[in-house]
Nanobody, 115 residues
């Protein structure tokens, strides 16, 4: 059974930083594409960043230059380093794992950017 457990969310002031982690259980982590999505109140869930099994990354335009996604296959963990946070980054952040035709989601972690 695949489980994804996110951590690292919280309240931060504008301009601050947070690092999200997502620990995955189950096999085939190293061949999975891992992604971070977010959903703000009243908005649709959107892709923030993803990273392929080969390490290629893709970012939403709104976070380019501020967020960095990375993975540690030895720990079955994907990270999202978020710098220069803005109030519009406030959302529930979800970890996603895609392998083949299968897609799995974590429960989400709240990130609130406010003074």
């Amino acid at each position: 059974q695949v489980q994804l457990v996110e951590s690292g969310g919280g309240l931060v002031q504008p301009g601050g930083s947070l690092r999200l982690s997502c620990a995955a259980s189950g096999s085939f982590f190293s061949i999975s594409t891992m992604g971070w999505y977010r959903q703000a109140p009243g908005k649709e869930r959107e892709l923030v960043a993803d990273i392929t099994s080969g390490g290629s990354t893709h970012y939403a335009d709104s976070v380019k230059g501020r967020f960095t996604i990375s993975r540690d296959n030895a720990k079955n963990t994907v990270y999202l380093q978020m710098n220069s946070l803005k109030p519009e980054d406030t959302a529930v952040y979800y970890c996603n794992r895609r392998v083949g035709t299968y897609s799995y989601w974590g429960q989400g972690t709240q990130v609130t950017v406010s003074s």
